[in-house]
Structure formats: structure tokens, C-alpha cells
């Protein structure tokens, strides 16, 4: 007998206020879908369990869908604590969160009694731990065999399983490969199984393919089909985890993105060099990188630490004098974009990396101009990327070091100087200038931020397009060339590299 049903339709038969609330899958084949459906009918009193709570409990933490959690690690392992766990325990926000707490192993016992219709499960790994003083389910037993004292955790029989699988048939026979965690043991030990399924195949897909099949049709309530009811963890042989991506990560994104096929660059190091080789990876194979060292035309296998590294100059076109960059290529009009960053830029662009305060008697004494100055001065157009703070982003910058669009308006021409700050890419939103006073204009913010954040943060009053939008994120392809490719070690960026 067929049981398929709507997500909304399995969740309102099978998942009651007050029940004890499985949803299992080690990282993998997490039922985001089904936790978001659970949210949505207000689920309310539930006991929450799992080994790793991850972001799903975290969320029906802060719906209120939650009374207690027996867990493990109350973590993600890529994105680290849960925010709304720690309010709920600590605050007791949006209410008081009572908690149960073990070992991985410890769980997986429960879990294992459970689905053995067994009372308990016995085991040696708890001497000496402080979980034995602050969880009182966790006791000793004495064994019946040898007399000697061994510890041991109870049954754990859920109300409701739901778990995610790459297919199951219409009666519920449900095939996972990949990591299996304790998705089958869970299933077992509970009153009612609720199985999301990317597709949902004849019987004879399952027969053909038995050692595949880890839950048997016979336990499960419903099957509910999900493509994606995962995400954004991931599903073998599906998807890969949609990782979250960090702001530094953002702006390299945005950086690359400002970069055509064909652009002569004058790259620095750090971010500059990151979004450069990002571009060369993706969009812009026919970049051509030029460091102010003397490589031209550099294709680094590595992302350079410094612009004297070796890397540059391996596989390199040329390597020419200093003077020539500055005067043949920079002077000369052939540099296409300039990435550039500073201490200070004001509405206008320009940069300081020099002093913050008096020059002769200054409160920080920054490096000074290196080859920005002439960059800013000479480059057909420059991309600048710094925080957004009242203390980065002051109306006027304490020193002048590498000239914006200088006091608005036609200034810059009048010097006799082309080109200027065409971006400014911030932590918290997207710049360009206007036409006419050249002054900054917000053109996007990015995810999560509010326009009153970036004003409160902004040394001036912020003007705005028309036409505000929000900054694209970085696509999970990009996101795997920076971490894995362009900075494995997190040198440069505070990623999850590494």
C-alpha cells in the first residue's frame, strides 16, 4: 500500500506537540524541509534528539518548537556553536531549553536499546567524566558475568523519526548510501518514521539493488517526496553541503566579478590578489597579472604570500625592472583596474595608508604609499576594499595618500588626472560614484545587513541608488576555490579553510 503524502500532510499526521522529535542524518541527509515544515504548523513541547543538534535544531529553538534537547554536540562542525542553543540555555531565550546531555557513543547506545527493544545498553566509556555528576540517566551496573562495575545509558524510543534518503519506494522502503550515522537505528527504536526521499522509484529499483536498503517499508509511516530536503547539507551522489561563506569571501566574490576577460590587473597581495586569481579561475581566463615586483603575466599554482614571492615568477611572461612597471605599463596607460586598500577612504575615494592624526605627531603610523599612490593616480580604474566603520570611513581622511576623486566634482580632471575609484567594496555594502559630484553611493547591501547599519557605521551621510539591491553571494564553486585552492591554509582569510 502506497504511502506517500505531502510534507505538510505527513508532519500534521505524525508529529504531535509534546512529542519526543528525532531527526537524524551525521552531517549528511540532515531533513532540513521537514524541520522547516515543523516550524511552520508551530509545533510546540518538544523534546528534541539527536547527536549533533546542528543548524535545523537550532532553528526549531528559536521558532519556541523546543522544551528540552538530549544531545551529544551542540554544534556545527563547519560553522561552530549554535546561537540560538547557547540564548536558550543561558538566557533562557525565547524560553528556558532543559538539556540532556552524553557522549557520541553514548547516544548512539540509546539509540541502539531502543531499536533492540532493549531497557538499556551497557558500556565502559564514562569514568571520569563530570557528564556521570550532571546527568543522572547516565548509571552503573554490575555485570552478571564478570561482577565488574560497568556504566550504562537507557533506551532512547523516540515518538517520531524523520529522516532524509536519496529514494525509497512508494511503501517506504527507503535505500541511503554515504554516511549512514544512526539513521537506521533511530528509525527502529521509534513509534512513527516519516522518510523524505530526493525521488521516489518503482519497487524493482529497490530489489535490484538490495544491500543498499537500510530502513525497511514496514516501520516507516510516510514517505514524502523532497528533492533537496536536505539543503543545504548534503546527499551523496546528489549535492554537495551549501557551506555558508564568510563576508571576506563575499567581497573577493564581488571583487572578482568587477574583473572582465582580458584585463591588464595590478594585483596586490591578501584579498586584491585573492579576487584577481578567483576571476583567473572562473570568468576571466585571459586576465594578466601584473605585481608590482616586476611579474607580468603571472599564472601562480599558489597564491602569493608577498609580492617578491618566487611563485610570481614561475611560469611567469616576463619579469621587468621596477621602473618599467611604473612608467611602461602603470604610466603608460596600460593598466586596465588597480585593486587598492587602505586605513582610511572618505566619500570621495581617496585613501590614506599613511598616519591616522598629525603626520608629525601621529596617533597610529601607518606603512605609507608603497605603489598605491600611483595606482590610484594612474590606473584606468581602481577597485578599493576596506571595513565600513566611522573610524575606516571618515568624511575627510586624516592624510591624502593616494588620491580619489579628491573634493568632488571635476577636481581630479582639472589635475589632469584619468580614470579613478570606480568600486568600493565594504563588510557591510557595494559603492560607486556619482557621475556628476563624485561622491559615494550605496548601490547594494550585502546579506543580512540593514541600510540603518551601514549609516550608523559610515563617517557621513550615506546616499543611496535608486535602485538599492542586494550583493549577490558567492556561488558554492567559488567558495571551494578559495578555500581549497587559493588559501587552504586560511592565510589571508578567517574561512573555513583548512
Known sequence: M??????????????????????????????????????????????????????????????????????????????????????????????????????????????????????????????????????????????????????CVPALRPDVTVVHAQRADDEGNTQIWGLYGVQKEAAFASSRVIVTVEEIVDASVIRADPNRTLIPGRIVSAVVREPFGAHPSFVQGGYDRDTDYTTQELQVSRAAKELKDGDVVFVGI???????????????????????????????????????????????????????????????????????????????????????????????????????????????????????????????????????????????EQLGLKGGPELVITDMGVYRFDAQTREMVLVSLHPGVTLKQVRENTGWEVKTAGDLTETAPPTPREIRIIRDELDPQGIFLRSKAG
Open 270 to 412: 591578501g584579498v586584491p590578489s585573492l579576487a584577481v586569481n578567483l576571476a583567473y579561475r572562473t570568468h576571466a581566463p585571459g586576465l594578466c597579472m601584473i605585481y608590482e615586483s616586476g611579474a607580468v603575466g603571472c599564472v601562480p599554482k599558489r597564491l602569493p604570500i608577498s609580492i617578491g614571492d618566487p611563485c610570481l615568477v614561475t611560469g611567469s611572461l616576463a619579469v621587468v625592472p621596477m621602473y618599467d612597471v611604473f612608467s611602461l605599463y602603470l604610466q603608460n596607460g596600460l593598466i586596465d583596474v588597480g585593486f587598492l586598500g587602505g586605513a582610511q577612504v572618505d566619500r570621495f575615494g581617496n585613501i590614506n595608508s599613511t598616519v591616522i592624526g598629525d603626520y608629525r605627531k601621529p596617533k597610529v603610523r601607518l606603512p605609507g604609499s608603497g605603489g598605491a599612490c600611483e595606482i590610484a593616480a594612474l590606473a584606468r580604474k581602481t577597485v578599493i576594499i576596506i571595513g565600513n566603520s566611522k573610524r575606516t570611513m571618515p568624511e575627510r581622511v586624516d592624510f591624502l595618500t593616494s588620491p580619489g576623486y579628491l573634493r568632488g566634482g571635476r577636481e581630479r
Open 2 to 151: 502506497s504511502k506517500v503524502m505531502t510534507m505538510k500532510e505527513a508532519v500534521g499526521r505524525f508529529v504531535k506537540d509534546g512529542d519526543l522529535l528525532v531527526m537524524e542524518g551525521f552531517t549528511h541527509l540532515i531533513p532540513f524541509a521537514a524541520g522547516h515544515e515543523i516550524i511552520r504548523q508551530r509545533r510546540r513541547d518538544l523534546t528534541l534528539a539527536r547527536l549533533t543538534p546542528d543548524l535545523i535544531y537550532d532553528q526549531l529553538i528559536a521558532a519556541g518548537c523546543a522544551r528540552k534537547l538530549i544531545f551529544s554536540w551542540a554544534g556545527n562542525p563547519g560553522v561552530g556553536p549554535l546561537h540560538a542553543f547557547r540564548r536558550a540555555v543561558e538566557q533562557g531565550l525565547p524560553h528556558p531549553l532543559e538539556i540532556e546531555e552524553y557522549t557520541h557513543f553514548g547516544m548512539v547506545l540509546r539509540f541502539m536499546a531502543g531499536a533492540s527493544n532493549l531497557p538499556f545498553f551497557p558500556t565502559r566509556n564514562f569514568p571520569g567524566t563530570d557528564l556521570t555528576k550532571v546527568n543522572p540517566q547516565i548509571k552503573t551496573t554490575r555485570c552478571p558475568y564478570t561482577d565488574e562495575t560497568l556504566w
